[in-house]
């Protein structure tokens, strides 16, 4: 069953549309990621299913129940919601369980009931022995997870996360994402997560929904979106990706054959016949030796960077006039300016119109 449906929902601000003709389902229980640079409207979307924003049009549905759109609007008290922010948003003058216990006032719940639920969910986010301490006894981490607590005490339908983890440091942030993960699983309840980190998303969601200056430009699982990017933007916003212009020579399924300065390579992507971009990952090439066979592409080193236990060689590749920069790892520090030449071991074409 879908969750969350938002049915062709636009938002506009004086002079900016922030959301465009949006459309997207979330079934439930799905830990869905909202992906985007800054400003392409994610926390929009996130505010519009809070019911903190009313839409300029389209219709928005949480379970079977339409909640925005057709003239109908349900406040944000009605909609089930329970909301994690970037700030922690505790009181510092109670303590952990009375922060937790705080969101169950006014629901007509027994003394023991509530009891019960502070106890269960500081269980479920792993910190039923600092009950009694106070918020500015915790670390950052702690705090986040008392803050999910507080959300999940309530048993909402679904958790609204606004970069929850911008606040903490990189370790933090680690092990916070193995948390979340965790918990989602064992709350089965949906987690809508904005980010603007792509580690983050594609580490923790089952569905990423990637924005761009207000439209939705793919919603995939993280395999898809890092292996089969719909456009120039997410291949080159996932994954570090970067894109080569090259003419796409013929096209058969998921097969295509390309023409890249002069040599043809084979290809997989979904792109007919025509201009077309060849989306590279630093994995989707090598270094290859010279006596080796197979087509080459070559090009000169213009930059290296030690990273992740590799360099990472920038490549410019291609003739004058058309030139591209590919990333290519390897053992050893690259000298700027040597000539390389570089196999494809994959790669993704995409149509050249599809920007
Ligand atoms: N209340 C508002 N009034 C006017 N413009 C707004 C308002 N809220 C957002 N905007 C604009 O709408 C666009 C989308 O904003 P939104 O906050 O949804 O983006 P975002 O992707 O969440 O960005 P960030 O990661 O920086 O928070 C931006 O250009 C923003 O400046």
Redesign the pocket.
């Known amino acids: 069953m879908a969750n969350i449906r938002f049915d062709d929902v636009s938002k506009r601000?004086?002079g900016?549309i922030?959301?465009d003709r949006v459309s997207f389902e979330v079934p439930n229980g799905t830990f869905f990621a909202l992906l985007?640079?800054?400003?392409?409207?994610?926390?929009?979307?996130l505010?519009l299913i809070a019911g903190l924003e009313r839409p300029d049009a389209g219709e928005i549905a949480i379970g079977k129940k339409p909640v925005a759109g057709h003239g109908r609007f349900v406040g944000p008290e009605h909609r089930g919601l329970g909301m994690v922010f970037q700030s922690y948003a505790l009181w510092p003058h109670m303590t952990v369980a009375a922060n937790v216990d705080f969101g169950l006032a006014g629901r007509g719940l027994s003394r023991a009931e509530r009891r019960n639920r502070v106890r269960e969910a500081l269980d479920l986010v792993g910190l039923s022995a600092e009950g009694a301490r106070r918020p500015h006894q915790l670390s950052g981490g702690q705090r986040q997870r008392v803050a999910l607590a507080r959300s999940l005490a309530v048993r909402p339908g679904i958790i609204l996360l606004d970069?929850p983890l911008a606040n903490l440091d990189a370790h933090l942030r680690q092990t916070m994402l193995a948390e979340f993960g965790r918990i989602h699983a064992q709350a089965r309840t949906t987690f809508v997560f904005?980010t603007?980190d792509q580690n983050e998303a594609m580490a923790l969601a089952d569905q990423v929904a990637v924005?761009d200056h207000?439209r939705l430009q793919q919603l995939a699982p993280p395999e898809e979106l890092f292996s089969r990017p719909a456009s120039p933007m997410v291949a080159r916003f996932v994954g570090q990706g970067r894109l080569l212009a090259a003419d796409v020579v013929a096209s058969a399924g998921r097969t295509t054959r390309i023409r890249l300065d002069d040599t043809e390579f084979q290809v997989e992507g979904a792109a007919p016949i025509g201009p077309g971009w060849l989306c590279l990952r630093a994995r989707d090439v090598e270094l290859a030796g010279d006596g080796a066979a197979g087509e080459r592409l070559n090009g000169r080193v213009v930059a290296s960077r030690f990273e992740g236990g590799d360099h990472r060689l920038t490549v410019e590749v291609g003739a004058a006039g058309a030139t591209g920069l590919v990333d290519v790892l390897s053992p050893q520090r690259g000298r700027i300016g040597e000539a390389v030449r570089l196999a494809l071991r994959g790669g993704w074409v995409l149509a050249r119109e599809a920007t």
């Open positions: 601000y004086p900016k922030a959301v985007g640079p800054s400003g392409c409207g994610k926390t929009t979307i505010r970069e904005v603007h924005m207000g």
